[in-house]
């Protein structure tokens, strides 16, 4: 599957920089909100865990949920009958990992265009998975305002 390319248009660079620490910001919490399901699904299985063992001492033996249903739709997409913790976990790390690599080329991006934000022209950018691909400052077209 080819990425998703978006065109999106810009008066200046300053208004660029401010979209893309907007963006920053959303995706910092996300990572935040997915860290804490992990967390949340973690305290969940210790404490399954804790009764599991205290329940052995008197030979009581709970059952183990069922693995996980998943089904592969295509190779990009997934359907996913949440039964069990454990299989949840790996998904959602998964996810905080792939926003924590797109904050981290945003931020990137963002450094180098606070050097140079002053510039008054007209911009295009063509982001590739919400990653700016390409920036076109267009300096010989100054918008009039």
Not at 49 to 78: F, M, Q
Not at 85 to 104: A, C, N, V
Not at 136 to 145: Q, S
């Amino acid at each position: 599957m080819s990425p998703l390319v978006v065109e999106r248009s810009y008066g200046s660079l300053k208004e660029l920089l401010r979209d893309l620490e907007d963006r920053i910001v959303k995706i910092r919490e996300l990572i935040a909100h997915y860290l804490k399901e992990i967390d949340e699904l973690n305290k969940a299985i210790t404490r399954e865990d804790a009764l599991r063992s205290y329940l052995l001492r008197y030979g009581i033996r709970l059952p183990h949920p069922p693995k996980t249903p998943i089904v592969e739709i295509t190779d990009d997409s997934s359907i996913i009958v949440e039964t069990n913790p454990r299989d949840i976990i790996p998904i959602y790390e998964e996810i905080s990992d792939k926003l924590q690599q797109t904050l981290d080329k945003l931020v990137q991006i963002a450094d180098i265009l606070k050097n140079v934000q002053n510039i008054e022209a007209p911009i295009k950018v063509f982001y590739e998975n919400e990653i700016p691909k390409y920036i076109i400052i267009n300096l010989r077209k100054i918008e009039t305002k």
